[in-house]
């Protein structure tokens, strides 16, 4: 590892430019964190904690400030596409912008913001004091992290892998792609891929065994399912890609074959792979979406959610299906008619289940008493269109149609008219919804429309050409085109939409400040909803439930406030807490160093991270810590004060 | 003292090597593709449940039925992503 290669890509003006910025940003951090000495509050309350809604927090924060970067790289690429023949970015650069966009996006942005979602909400729903494994819990999240400094320091650090977030070979094999970047793209994959398989084992066992007395499957609410069928999802499809990042990186640095040309190896097969986990990928960011929508649309409706049964049967269905459909990625490999047949009518059937949760959210509007807040907002502006969304993916699951759409824009248009609605709008509506639960206040309605609107507009002002360009025959991650293709015009309209887009962010990061700033201290429940969490004191107290509530019957919340019945009513006694885990927080940092050694091949500086791992690991299998207790007069002392200010901590 | 000896450990153990040993032969003899392959796939099943019941002691507790439903629905996506992957990559190609 020479400093050639190191800071090579820092000759490039741009990234050179933005180096500088990380370098002051970061002292700029580091100097108000030491002035105001809170280097031992971030530490111990954060950095460490073990309490899933601080978790939770610390996800959201990371999948945020990683949306502000990939949402730079697609600034970058519409500005370079706006007009014809640009020189803004040169091929090269542009080939690592598609792909860290893509790879930022899915895996750092809503990835975490998903599970920043869960964690928040899951266990106060099914009335649990924190997840069953609480430092596993902050070891997936640290593991998150390492992945993500991974792939962002790569263009800094020796370049940005640059074979499409896909990352399919044999372009990113080692005799097309040399150098460190896909290495990048494996381990930080790989890494963050451990943390969310155990985020996901952890969730189905919180869901399983931690449930509130009488609160039976169907009586949780639907978020809470919808988190229980993606863990599942994620425990049966991240096994698939650690397994195949194995694979890769084998093949980049200790010269397998398995996905090389020559030897026996078969290139598709990592094609095959990938979208085997790759697929099911979508349906975990998507169905924790479905969850947000059912619970925001029946708190917003003032009615309960139409067809609970027929919800859940639905989400048990795609569950399944989201594993039969992985091929239609790459209809055009050269499949046989049986095979693309096949995959084909497994995709149509997927529009059945999911059409059966559009009408039900529609049913249980219909004589709702709606009212207009920001989550429902992002609620309704999603069913409209998310299903031109999804009709077009009907029409790229047909084989023989799909050769003439596939790899075109028309695609990047589709796959974006699903994921920005379905997952961007349903974070944010989540976002906005439980922000109470957290902080004891709620964003800025007015802000929060307005940013819900530019965002809306604008997403369509973007994205809506691509359907004509991509029929046109405008390939994606094609760095420029000449004038006479004619595709000048609708780029620079999408890339109006992307400053748009681009409004629209600053306005919700705005808004943090703003309410902050000049929100309204309000007390529990300020949205009057239906369920669980909601019945605890906000901020909510870091025990959650002063007694754990008993549950009879689904939005057990609604009616005990329409029967004015306290759920928390009951004999207080102990609570059994988790310590706070260093350990996991300097593993994480120790994989971060592991994997960043390891792309770079210098094995003994790697191994010795390696066994700094491993020994945190050992450490923590013989580690005695029984956790602690908070005892019954400071649980009342601190449900006296919450009482007092109207659910307030600490109001003075 | 016969309730304190942890029998099923001991059973599982001695099986798990012998299954070891069984599925490495296919190395050490020189039998044809589709009897090591067999040879492999059987041992392999074995191992599996051995590992599950003998070790893991699935089938023993009150969820029990939750634990078979749940590995029986990740052993339903295995066999059709290998399916699928076969029908993909050799047989429709």
């Known amino acids: 590892m020479s400093f050639d290669a190191i800071f090579a890509p820092l000759s490039e003006p741009m990234v050179f430019g933005t180096f500088i910025g990380i370098v002051v940003a970061s002292l700029a951090v580091v100097i108000g964190l030491t002035y105001f000495k809170k280097w031992g509050w971030l530490y111990s309350e954060w950095l460490t904690t073990v309490d899933h809604k601080r978790i939770g927090v610390m996800y959201i924060f990371v999948a945020i400030i990683m949306l502000f970067r990939g949402g730079v790289d697609a600034l970058l690429m519409r500005a370079q596409t706006a007009i014809p023949e640009n020189g803004l970015l040169n091929s090269a650069h542009y080939n690592e912008i598609f792909t860290t966009h893509g790879l930022l996006m899915i895996l750092f942005v809503a990835m975490p913001f998903v599970i920043g979602l869960m964690n928040v909400a899951v266990p106060l729903q099914i009335g649990a004091r924190d997840v069953a494994f609480p430092r596993l819990n902050l070891l997936s999240f640290w593991l998150t992290v390492a992945g993500a400094i991974l792939i962002n320091v790569s263009f800094i650090f020796g370049g940005s892998p640059n074979a499409g977030w896909t990352g399919y070979f044999p372009l990113s094999g080692p005799e097309y792609n040399p150098g460190v970047g896909n290495n990048y793209y494996a381990w930080s994959i790989q890494i963050s891929g451990f943390g969310t398989l155990m985020t996901g084992i952890n969730f189905i066992t919180t869901i399983m065994k931690m449930r509130a007395p009488g609160m039976t499957l169907m009586k949780m609410p639907m978020f809470t399912w919808s988190i229980l069928i993606t863990s599942l999802i994620i425990t049966c499809a991240f096994p698939v890609i650690t397994v195949t990042m194995a694979m890769m990186t084998l093949d980049r640095q200790f010269g397998t074959k398995f996905f090389a040309m020559s030897d026996g190896g078969m290139d598709m097969l990592y094609a095959n792979l990938f979208w085997v986990w790759g697929h099911p990928e979508v349906y975990i960011v998507i169905l924790p979406a479905f969850g947000i929508f059912s619970e925001v649309i029946a708190t917003f409706s003032r009615k309960n959610l139409f067809g609970y049964g027929s919800m859940v049967a639905a989400m048990v269905v795609i569950s399944t299906l989201a594993f039969l459909v992985w091929a239609h990625h790459f209809y055009t490999m050269g499949h046989g008619v049986l095979t693309n047949g096949v995959f084909s009518i497994t995709t149509m059937l997927i529009a059945v289940p999911t059409g059966v949760k559009i009408f039900n959210w529609l049913l249980t509007m219909r004589h709702g008493k709606i009212s207009f807040t920001t989550p429902m907002l992002y609620a309704l502006g999603f069913i409209p269109i998310f299903t031109i969304g999804g009709v077009t993916g009907v029409m790229l699951a047909m084989a023989s149609a799909d050769y003439q759409y596939h790899n075109t824009l028309f695609l990047v248009a589709h796959f974006h008219y699903v994921l920005i609605p379905g997952t961007v709008f349903a974070l944010f509506a989540g976002y906005h919804y439980w922000w109470p639960l957290i902080w004891g206040f709620r964003l800025n309605e007015k802000l929060g429309k307005a940013a819900f609107w530019v965002m809306a507009i604008s997403f369509n002002v973007a994205f809506f050409p691509m359907f004509i360009l991509g029929l046109d025959g405008y390939a994606r991650r094609m760095y420029t085109y000449s004038a006479a293709t004619g595709y000048g015009p609708l780029s620079m309209v999408s890339f109006i939409g992307a400053l748009g887009l681009a409004v629209s962010f600053i306005l919700v990061a705005y808004n943090i400040y703003y309410s902050f700033r000049y929100a309204k201290r309000e007390g529990s429940d300020p949205w009057d909803a239906r369920s669980l969490e909601w019945c605890v004191h906000t901020p909510a107290p870091n025990y959650n439930f002063a007694v754990i509530p008993t549950v009879t019957r689904l939005d057990e919340f609604w009616f005990a406030k329409k029967e004015g019945r306290d759920l928390q009513a009951g004999k207080i006694e102990d609570i059994h807490m988790p310590n706070n885990s260093q350990s996991a927080f300097w593993q994480g940092i120790a994989m971060t160093a592991w994997g960043f050694f390891f792309v770079w091949a210098e094995w003994i500086p790697a191994a010795i991270f390696l066994v700094i791992t491993l020994a945190f690991m050992l450490y923590r299998s013989f580690q005695k810590d029984d956790g602690y207790h908070i005892h019954v007069a400071e649980i009342e002392e601190t449900e006296r004060r919450y009482d007092e200010n109207g659910g307030l901590r600490g109001a003075k | ?93």
């Open chain 2, 1 to 93: 003292m016969a309730e304190l000896f942890p029998k099923e450990h001991v059973v599982g153990f001695i099986g798990s090597l012998v299954l070891t040993f069984a599925a490495l032969s296919v190395v050490w003899l020189d039998v044809s593709m589709v009897v090591g392959m067999i040879i492999l796939l059987v041992t392999a099943l074995i191992q599996a449940a051995v590992q599950l019941m003998l070790f893991m002691h699935i089938g023993e507790t009150d969820d029990k039925v939750d634990i078979w439903v749940a590995t029986l629905f990740a052993f339903g996506i295995g066999i059709v992503t290998i399916i699928g992957s076969l029908l993909a990559m050799v047989w429709g190609y």
